[in-house]
């Protein structure tokens, strides 16, 4: 008995859109042809290696299922010379890809951009149960004719943007082993989808049928991550944020409104404009080893110059945002650039997050902070500093942090606790530091 699963192949360098892209011999030429379709559980799009879609993007809308999902990946050309192999197809949106994203309501600070148009190379907009992987993306838009780099209000743009609003929990969604690079997005939005590769649940058109739009079993893996505006990876901020008020986290709310089952792993995020990784409004999520290199590129004077009425020149490394019981190891963090913050973990606004055997090197604003009052039972244990800069640790009026069983390397007069960042209750068990002369 045969399947119905199909699979689609594109080939930017012999296929054609009057094909019926069901054989590598008649392969669809663009994207183009993949958006028409209506995609079913099991269906495969495979892009020739060596393809470059200029100008193109996909936007998916169907989904599979946890069975059958379906696969967006590469396909070795037939007759192609043998270092093909390691080539990936390459989708260049060059600012096209343009969707609107609106929240639906205001977000946890009027600073911050709520609805507004988006340029994304990939867009997943309500759909799960999708596997997409060695795929190189790009966004740069460097020849949009008027556009200065630091525009205030420049478009948002994206390498891959992942978005749930309609159908309620979307499951099931893979990002492995992509190349994002060159996203040439807006230095001031944090929270739209904007940069590298960013996950948004927007607020339902009726909430009561659908149930809130949020993630489940969502996987980041393998991906190189390199020079994107404004974050690297984020999963994923949320129009429910005024349920997750307060220092203390309920997991029925987050079983209610937030995320589960993330695990952002095996990455490596370099020179981004601002923050590196992130888990935000997630249940337990995991993020162990990752690298980041070069972090907060941006977030100086001379490119984040024209904010308007937006505020908040921070940015870090490796962290979580309103999650409870978050764990973090056998991450690395270096060379993060100085901002406000410009550390390589910090523990904010969460219950219970865990940084354990993770590495830090030359962070310009630190090692690691404890941020304010509403990030709560945090623990930073067997983890290794190394000549981090600016001041090792950043207590930040935090009520109760425990730092045991670490190694900090610390250089001649750099403060261990950093200047102006200081307060707070912490507890120190078996540390060691150890002065660099």
């Not at 525009?151 to 979307?170: I, Q």
């Not at 994107?228 to 220092?247: E, L």
């Not at 992130?278 to 290199?293: F, G, I, K, S, W």
């Not at 962290?319 to 978050?326: I, N």
């Amino acid at each position: 008995m045969t399947n119905s699963f199909r699979t689609y192949y594109v080939s930017q360098i012999d296929g054609n859109d009057t094909n019926d892209g069901l054989s590598k011999s008649s392969a669809f030429a663009t994207l183009f042809a993949i958006n028409r379709l209506t995609l079913q559980p099991g269906d495969r799009v495979l892009l020739a290696r060596g393809s470059v879609f200029e100008g193109q993007f996909l936007q998916i809308k169907d989904s599979g299922t946890k069975e059958s999902p379906i696969e967006i990946g590469a396909y070795l050309p037939e007759n192609c010379e043998k270092f093909y192999e390691e080539v990936l197809p390459v989708i260049a949106a060059n600012g096209q890809g343009i969707w609107y994203q609106d929240y639906g309501t205001e977000l946890d600070s009027p600073t911050h951009m709520y609805q507004g148009y988006v340029s994304s190379a990939v867009l997943l907009y309500d759909a799960e149960y999708i596997w997409i992987h060695d795929i190189e993306i790009t966004n740069s838009a460097e020849n949009i004719i008027g556009e200065t780099y630091s525009a205030p209000y420049k478009m948002n743009r994206t390498g891959v943007a992942v978005t749930a609003r309609d159908k309620g929990v979307r499951s099931g969604i893979h990002l492995q082993n992509l190349y994002v690079h060159d996203v040439n997005g807006n230095v001031y939005d944090k929270h739209m989808n904007n940069g590298g590769i960013y996950m948004t649940a927007l607020k339902p058109a009726n909430e009561d049928m659908t149930g809130a739009a949020r993630f489940c079993d969502v996987i980041v893996e393998g991906c190189f991550v390199y020079r994107t505006s404004r974050w690297g990876i984020a999963v994923g901020y949320t129009y429910a944020h005024d349920k997750f008020q307060g220092a203390i986290l309920d997991e029925k709310t987050f079983l209610k409104y937030g995320h589960e089952h993330v695990v952002i792993r095996n990455n490596y995020v370099k020179e981004a404009g601002g923050d590196g990784i992130t888990a935000m409004y997630a249940l337990r999520p995991l993020v162990e080893h990752n690298m980041t290199d070069c972090i907060a590129q941006e977030i100086n004077d001379r490119i984040y110059c024209c904010p308007k009425n937006r505020a908040g020149k921070v940015a870090a490394a490796i962290w979580p945002w309103k999650c409870k019981d978050a764990m973090f190891r056998y991450n690395e963090a270096a060379d993060t650039r100085l901002n406000q913050d410009g550390m390589a973990y910090d523990a904010d606004s969460g219950d219970g997050t865990t940084y354990e055997y993770n590495y830090s090197r030359q962070n310009e604003g630190g090692c690691v902070m404890f941020c304010l009052d509403e990030a709560i039972h945090n623990t930073f244990s067997h983890n290794v500093s190394y000549d981090d800069l600016g001041g090792t640790i950043s207590p930040s009026l935090n009520p109760d942090a425990l730092l045991s069983h670490n190694i900090f390397y610390v250089r001649e007069g750099v403060p261990f606790v950093r200047n102006q960042m200081g307060g707070g209750n912490y507890t120190e068990e078996e540390n060691r530091i150890i002065v660099l002369k």
